[in-house]
């Protein structure tokens, strides 16, 4: 529940920003038609966002020609990109178990292995394209599964998933969002003549969804049409709205972000923080009294007792989680203190709160959920009447601090 949280407040947020990101494309004609790249620009500009980018779309070139071919390589290594985006040859991923895992799965990994290699931040993306328009009669004799489209297309949808789960990456739903649209808006043809290739509608399809996973933006913000009707344009968005953007998690995006995340032992006034954040690899602490620390896994030794508010951010590639919580600081009570049996009443209250059995001098003070002061008391007494009728309604801190031993109790009060 945390995850999924944090990733709504943060897709909410990546929403209000423009951002710029670069990008290097990667495929054959299946990216370079219409130019997809263009549009995945051109949609972008129109939500005020910025997309830099190069390609390399030779003509029905597969991934084992991608992961030795010299301009692909050095178009990887040209910049430090956001993402590359690895488009197979339409028809490899949906080859026979055997073929795949031999021509196809090794190669992906050695591109990601390429990519990273020329920038570990830089996240790879799977452009899972789709199953043609009949099915693969080219290979429907010899592999029975592609003789239809949806036998193709559920195979296509399988591996690219498998490839973007082994490399850890994002995966582009461009076939998901395809069968989206055949099967709700029947009339928009994704197809050109040669029912393989994407037509303008398919092409913007593509363009949409590359634009909410790259931005992790709803693509129904997008005001860039192409050549399209404006209905079949807002129909194609709502469709990468529910298949690709409203299940971000589903193909990775966010799924490797940093999740900051910590417990603690405690000593008096030593803590020392036992850092369970995953996917992060750099730390900043704050301690809530001034002090901060890189330290993985630090110990912090409290100079005065008081009710810290602990953050940590955890950091990976610029992206950032933060965590904290609140922690009473004080040592362990003298025997003045154990023995003062002290009771406080009424407790929630609205005006005044009554305390006996203080320990002789002492200092009693109401603090903030924040550890700020709101009054103190001097007593040599053993009762106290405080009047909190002027304070907001929420939860205070009581506390009672010996002036012989400068030790502090802490009690929870509630002011109604």
Known sequence: MKNILLLLALFSSLNLYSQTKKVLFIGNSYTGVNNLPQLVYNVALSVGDTLIYDKHTPGGARLMQHATNATALAKINSD??????????SQEPSFSDGQVASEVFPYAEILCDSIRANNECTRPIFYMTWGRENGDASNCAVWPPVCTYEGMDSLLNLRYRMMGNDNDAYVSPVGAVWNY?????????????????????????????????????????????SSLLDTDADAIKEAVRII????????NVGAYDPEADFSYTQNDTEITFMNSSENADSFQWDFGDGDISSEKNPTHIFQNNNIFTIQLIAERCGVVDTFSTE???????????????????????????????????????????????????????????????SLAQGVYFLKIKNKRDGIVLVEKIIKN
């Open 181 to 225: 649209i055949r099967d709700n808006y029947p009339d928009i043809d994704l197809y050109s003549n040669d029912g393989s290739h994407p037509s303008t509608a398919g092409s913007y399809a593509a363009a949409c969804t590359f634009y909410s996973i790259i931005f992790r933006k709803d693509p129904t913000l997008v005001l860039f049409n």
């Open 80 to 89: 430090n990109w956001d993402h590359v985006v690895l488009q197979a040859q």
């Open 327 to 389: 922690i009473v600081v004080e040592v362990v009570a003298t025997k003045d203190l154990l023995d003062a049996k002290i009771s406080i009443f009424p407790n929630p209250t609205e005006n005044l709160i009554n305390i006996k059995g203080i320990p002789k001098e002492s200092t009693v003070q109401i603090v903030d959920d924040l550890g700020r002061e709101i009054q103190r008391i001097y007593t040599s007494n053993n009762t106290l009447q405080m009047n909190i009728s």
């Open 244 to 251: 690709a953007f409203s299940e971000l998690l589903e193909w």
